[in-house]
């Protein structure tokens, strides 16, 4: 970044935190966290998920206090009592989660979100000024609902620009876009930081953070482990520091050679559940032995319900709509579809894939009875049903103190860990999954990849539905894309290029170049 | 300044004290309220809670208050802990009864061992019916039990009044409103010699356990409980939450409706206007104070059959109005849910927010 302009080298930096801590009860987030920050630099906090990052973040924006250390701005401790507070010395944030109201316009969302009531005429004007300058795509008098997943977020960032920041906290803003609005706001933000305003970005994708920017402050488990220039430190070498251990790779992906079909699904087409649920239309694909098929696409599009039409917790029209093994399933329910071998998990673990106020074993018995002798005409045999659990806790290594612990006890990768292990430990002959890594640390995700490898290897056919693209690259034989309920034909990932998935994908928000998506 | 703070894991000793301190509380406003009120409040609150539970003369009246309450719990607890709400277990008794009676008054110039258990039998139908109605609204038409099984409880009361003055009207009991009685065949037969201690009481005690062993040990019981606490994991697992509404209400209508008719074949030995005492909203206070367990729900049927026991006691004693009874068990609910409050978070003091370790 060598566009932006620096103050001089003795010059007090923007925000300087020093040995910041805050305990909640069990838990130290943060823990003598000291960072500082100079005038137009891009700055990232990156860490796991659980690391510290939005602790630390809601600290600096006034949303929570720290129990010790002391923030300093622009040389001069201050304390940030409320957001209210952090806007007045001029941090801007802009949360992962939008604050928008969906029937109103930009411009009355703007105004909603302003500290001070601003004339409208004049805000339309501030307002135009701002996007102009930034040259931001984006209609003033559309409403919200009618946007894109970008176009909201950029709502967000108008309205922090407004208030002429001197930081902005971006926190976890690509989670939710295409590869396309990542490039785009990614000029957006080059350019806020060249006209001197520093940027705080939050987030664990390290490809982003090479790409964008200047400094890179690393936490694990709440504390500092690193501070580099992410320009020039190998993207392994951060991830080892985040995650605190020796990155292994994955043996034996795409090595796969895809046999008969397990599951076809064909023209499976079912309405969402009411208010917001997406519909599915005319899906269709294949599964087939020994193959990983990867379905890719924002959150939002289908994944959930195509998940739950799968899994049998809903049910389809007509029984041809999803065949396994040669057989129509699409109208019996999860449990006869889980007896004849087709295993799902879906994205939520705690209340969906498990019950967090049930123990491990009991947890096991939930889904594991029908393919496994662990409750016998209606008698839950507990001396089976443990040793079974026990036996994935083992394979799977997870750090639990048996299977008589509470589910909620377990951290969101071991508990994971436990629930992939429960459904391929039932041997399924098709196994889907969502989001399998989500919310997993690096290592889990990386046992977890390798077992679904190996099951497919095996002979079964593994369908992954996940937003994170890399994982489909490393994972899956073939891809397709959800946009909007419906699913592209499958392509293989050999021979695709990352900007033609991000093309495939952004057909979801009606940009004219992803009318191809729906071809 | 004291101060509440969450605990990181819910407090299991306190799932289990948080009852007995509820009874300790409701003992000490008690004693409060009643001296305040002049009369003497600490002997009225040993005559309601304690002399029931120390004078052995006095557990067979106990056992039988406590069975009907039990019974009544037990099928509640099971549908409480898949969130199926039923309020109206009060209707479901009484029409136990009055199906069972229904079988007495037809078999009135017959004689035979089959008899009692025809009338069981029709009492657990007619309780199951009259349940049948709240499932039948909320599993089509997403309509909420608790209203249409509180309402229908005041429904069933008027079909008792009707046929009690009406149609079932005793021919030779001087126009008074009330059934014939019970032949020796139609009534729950005397387990102790020469006492109260009804087939009601052993019958009772064989549920709980019965019923704790289908929770615990069944996949059905297990059912009950995921669709209760995660009804998303349970439709993933392949139960379905439809299918548990409807078993839960009814077997709570059906004991329920046993435990009716075992009232009415026991102690009242016919149907009379005053044949509801409230056991079945009692049964929800048992439910709770058992904490939905078929072994606490045992030791919360003789706490509060202890408050009717008591209740009649302190009306001689201390000369207590016979509202009182229902004073407390209110009492006893409202510090029953207080307390609910101690299994997760822990009263401490208030510190300086300095590095307490946690």
Known sequence: MTASPRDRADAPPRLALSQISKSFPGVKANEDISLSVRAGEIHAVLGENGAGKSTLVKIIYGVQQADGGSIAWNGETVSIPSPKAARRLGIGMVFQHFSLFDAMTVIENIALGLDEAVDRDELKARVAKVLESYSLPLDPEREVHTLSVGERQRIEIVRCLLQKPKLLIMDEPTSVLTPQEVDRLFETLRQIAAQGCSILYISHKLHEIKALCDTATILRGGRVVGTCDPKVETTRRMAELMIGSELRSIEGAHGGTAGMARLAVSDLSMPGEPPFGTHLKEISFEARAGEILGIAGVAGNGQAELLTALSGERLAASPQMIMLDGKPVATTGAGERRAAGLACVPEERNGHAAVPDFSLAENAILTARYRLPLAPQGFIRLGAVKRFAQAVIGRFDVRTTGPAAPARALSGGNLQKFIMGREIGQEPGVLVVSQPTWGVDAGAAAAIRQALVDLAAKGSAVVVISQDLDELLELADRLCVINEGRLTPPRAVADLKIEEIGLMMGGIHGQPEGAAAHA | ?358
């Open chain 2, 1 to 358: 300044m004291l101060e509440w703070r969450r605990r990181r894991e819910p407090s299991t000793a306190m799932l289990y004290l948080s009852p007995l301190i509820a009874i300790a509380l409701t003992m000490l406003m008690g004693t409060i309220v009643f001296t305040a009120m002049g009369y003497d409040g600490l002997t009225a609150v040993y005559d309601f809670f304690l002399l029931p539970l120390l004078e052995p003369q006095r557990w067979p009246d106990l056992g039988v208050k406590a069975a009907p309450l039990v019974m009544i719990a037990l099928g509640l607890a099971i549908g409480f802990r898949a969130n199926v709400w039923n309020i109206g277990a009060e209707g479901q008794y009484i029409m136990g009864a009055i199906a069972g009676t229904g079988v007495a008054l037809a078999t009135y110039e017959m004689s035979g061992w089959w008899i009692l258990p025809a009338m069981a039998l029709a009492g657990i139908l007619g309780g199951m019916a009259w349940a049948a109605i709240p499932a039948l609204l909320r599993t089509r038409l997403q309509v909420s039990e608790i209203l249409t099984s509180l309402m229908l409880t005041y429904v069933a009361i008027q079909a008792l009044y009707y046929l009690v003055r009406g149609p079932w009207k005793d021919p030779d009991g001087f126009n008074f409103p009330q059934t014939r009685m019970f032949t020796p065949d139609q009534t729950l037969p005397i387990v102790i010699p020469e006492s109260l201690v009804h087939l009601g009481i052993p019958a009772a005690l064989l549920i709980a356990l019965v019923t704790w062993l289908v929770l615990e040990k069944t996949t059905a019981g297990f059912a009950v409980k995921v669709v209760g606490l995660a009804p998303a994991a349970a439709r993933h697992g392949g139960f379905s939450a439809e299918r548990t509404t409807w078993i839960t209400m009814l077997i709570g209508g059906g004991l329920a409706g046993l435990a009716g008719i075992f009232e009415a074949a026991g102690p009242f030995g016919q149907l009379t206007p005053q044949f509801p005492v409230g056991y079945g909203f009692t049964a929800i206070i048992v439910a709770f104070l058992g904490r939905l367990h078929p072994l606490g729900i045992v030791f919360g049927g003789i706490v509060l059959a202890a408050t009717y026991v008591g209740g009649e006691i302190a009306q001689t004693t201390v000369r207590l109005p016979q509202a009182a009874t229902g004073m407390f068990q209110a009492l006893l609910l409202f510090f029953l849910l207080a307390t609910n409050v101690l299994i997760t978070y822990r009263i401490g003091l208030k510190a300086k927010p300095a590095k307490v370790a946690p």
